[in-house]
């Protein structure tokens, strides 16, 4: 353990896409420092076993809120929800998302804008929300979960390199109109990270293993260095970061590892 246990004593957390991979065990990470967590997913069944699951590993309250980020209404009523049952709202976590590989000249305008609208929108709607009804008058911090796709080119994620440019420009328009009420807002960018659902649909096989070849430190990432960074970020160790993307890949994004389509 890197930080103290009570490093988020008193605070309350709202994660979205925290039923499953990174954004699980962002929340887990919370939880483990003291935060009462909400997590937040479309599928009902799973959000409730993984906050059961994280509530029993932690001691902590964790607190399942089915929404849609893409619909405001489900958005609303969820953080409604976490302020009724938990009573503050000091961290947000921007980290529904969804991909898929496809080339550009056979995807679909449908395809295109339904990853744009989870991970854009999406993270627009929560924030909105969220600075609507605690926010805008208590302040706290953002943390917006995006990707290296985009800082150079990707075959095949077109549709998602548009979406986490959008999350980025989101987290530094926020930061610049947001900071002076007390909101810090930050983006998380990791590469390639081993044991995750996004892992075994996009680097399936030895696809994975070729991947890692080329990161400069030689390895995918773990769902727990991720969780640490965001530990970080959302706490008061980083007062003075704002407006700010910060990359966990092992320099993957340097090397430019996309393989050979």
Not at 9 to 16: P, R
């Amino acid at each position: 353990m890197h930080f103290r246990p009570d490093l988020l004593a008193g605070k309350t957390a709202f994660v979205t896409g925290g039923g499953s991979g990174i954004c699980k065990g962002i929340a887990h990470a919370l939880l483990a420092h003291g935060a009462t967590v909400a997590i937040a997913g479309r599928k009902a069944d799973r959000l409730e076993v993984a906050a059961r699951e994280l509530e029993a590993g932690s001691g902590q309250r964790c607190l399942a809120t089915p929404c849609d980020v893409r619909e405001p209404d489900t958005v609303e009523a969820a953080l409604d929800r976490t302020l009724t049952e938990l009573g503050r709202l000091d961290i947000v976590v921007n980290g529904a998302a969804g991909n898929f590989l496809a080339p550009a000249s056979q995807l679909s305008s449908n395809g295109f804008r339904t990853v744009l609208a989870i991970d854009a929108l999406g993270t627009f709607n929560v924030c909105r929300a969220a600075f609507d009804r605690w926010l805008r008058d208590h302040g706290g911090a953002i943390l917006n979960v995006s990707a290296t796709l985009h800082y150079g080119a990707t075959p095949l994620q077109i549709h998602a390199s548009a979406a986490k440019a959008a999350v980025d420009a989101i987290t530094r328009s926020l930061a610049l109109e947001w900071g002076r009420l007390g909101i810090r807002v930050n983006g998380l960018a990791p590469g390639p990270i081993a044991d995750t659902e996004g892992m075994a649909r996009l680097a399936p096989g030895d696809v994975a293993e070729k991947l890692a070849a080329r990161i400069p430190l030689g390895r995918c990432g773990r769902i727990d260095e991720v969780a640490t960074l965001a530990l970080f970020l959302v706490s008061d160790a980083s007062s003075l970061v704002h407006g700010t993307t910060v990359v966990a890949d092992g320099g993957a994004w340097l090397a430019g590892t996309s393989l050979d389509l």
